[in-house]
């Protein structure tokens, strides 16, 4: 009866410890959160709605970054403000994840690289908003806008370049 009860409790315990674990994995929380395929079928992944690379800037991009600009002329006074500054800074932060799905033929690597320096930038800005600090939001904005205009050099030959 004791080997029977052990072994319920054992079972238990196997399970509120894989739900841990899977409550870890799907809410992206602790050493779990390791992004991992969860289903294969076409459906899942990652495809263009948009092959246009203009077309993908004109409506993912400019109307974001028009808007931040916009908001980060004065000191957000209320935190309707501060968060309109946070929702504009992470779409632009986690658009530049899209860019590297859409890699072009020639210079691969620069392209790469000049997405992954905005979405850094734009991840600054986004947590300089959360703790309302106006001159650190400016300051990565800045930087947010040298790495894209660095790329819209490199790959658009100097077109479309950001003003703050």
């Known amino acids: 009866m004791k080997l029977v009860t052990g072994l319920f409790c054992l079972a238990g315990l196997m399970v509120v410890a894989g739900m841990g674990m899977l409550k870890q994995e799907t809410f992206g929380v602790g050493p779990a959160a390791v992004p991992a395929a969860r289903n294969s079928s076409a459906e899942a992944r990652v495809e263009s709605v948009e092959d246009s690379?203009?077309?993908?800037?004109?409506?993912?991009?400019?109307?974001?970054?028009?808007?931040?600009?916009?908001?980060?002329?004065?000191?957000p006074t209320d935190n309707q403000g501060w968060k309109a500054i946070?929702?504009?800074?992470?779409?632009?932060?986690?658009?530049?994840?899209?860019?590297?799905?859409?890699?072009?033929?020639?210079?691969?690597?620069?392209?790469?690289?000049?997405?992954?320096?905005?979405?850094?930038?734009?991840?600054?800005?986004?947590?300089?908003?959360?703790t309302k600090d106006f001159a650190a939001s400016g300051a990565a904005y800045r930087r947010m806008l040298e790495h894209c205009n660095a790329c819209h050099r490199q790959f658009e030959d100097g077109k479309h370049i950001l003003e703050q």
């Open 53 to 75: 690379m203009h077309e993908f800037m004109e409506y993912v991009f400019q109307p974001t970054y028009r808007r931040l600009s916009q908001q980060l002329k004065t000191t």
């Open 86 to 130: 946070k929702s504009d800074s992470l779409i632009l932060a986690e658009s530049c994840n899209l860019l590297i799905g859409r890699q072009p033929e020639d210079d691969a690597q620069d392209w790469c690289r000049h997405a992954v320096s905005a979405r850094s930038a734009g991840g600054e800005l986004y947590r300089a908003a959360k």
